[in-house]
């Protein structure tokens, strides 16, 4: 099974993918995890990420294809897969469908996340992840508040602000979604394999909301 995360910077696409891979046995793999460990570690990689990241753009097609290309024949995620955060360009979907049909898969479901922009932004500003590598658990100041002020629920580490998480960032990230990646909410659409989901306070739906309803929206498929 190979499902896919879609949606802007903010919607949730971490949280619900955690909660989902917890649900359904399945890894979750994020780019964006990917390439944080790698400019934690100072790699080759990591150095050239960080150039784009660090102003809110996207890394390159070629160097973000190869990764998953490389990422998805590792055993663990052999029988399945939540990818987080990729595709992000037509491109990327192109090359995902093909990488895909070489090893007899395809992507099963796209779960498209919503939200408001002014609600993505406080909740960018809000946002706090775990330190630890090994956890990356993610809360919310106000909406999911840790019970220790800064420490991790789960492991105890101390959370953390990203470093592309400010509000100028945040804004060019979103311009980029608009531009780069919405695209494939047709191009999903099209393959006829497209959930989409509102994720709002207005109406009380947030990420945990949402896992429910994909989970109950797999077993009916
Ligand atoms: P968010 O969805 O909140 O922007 P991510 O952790 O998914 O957070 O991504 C962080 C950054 O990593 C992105 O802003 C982008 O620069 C880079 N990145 C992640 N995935 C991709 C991808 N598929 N293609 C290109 N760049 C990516
Ligand atoms: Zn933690």
Redesign the pocket.
Known sequence: MVIIMLG???TG??TVAVLLQEKLGIKQV????I??KNMKEGTELGVL?EK??SK????P?DV?IKIVEDRLDQPDVENGVIL??????VK?AEELDKILAKRGKKVDKVINLTTPDEEIIER?VNRRVCSNQECKAVYNLVLNPPKQENLCDKCGSKLVTRK?DTEETVRK?LANYFEQTSPLVEYYEKQGNLLTELVSKSINKLGKDVAEDVVSQLKKD
């Open positions: 802007a910077p903010g696409k971490g994020s780019t964006g995890d390439f944080r990420a784009y990241i809110g753009n996207l890394v097609d973000t987080d955060g990729f595709p992000r360009t990327q960018i592309d990230r």
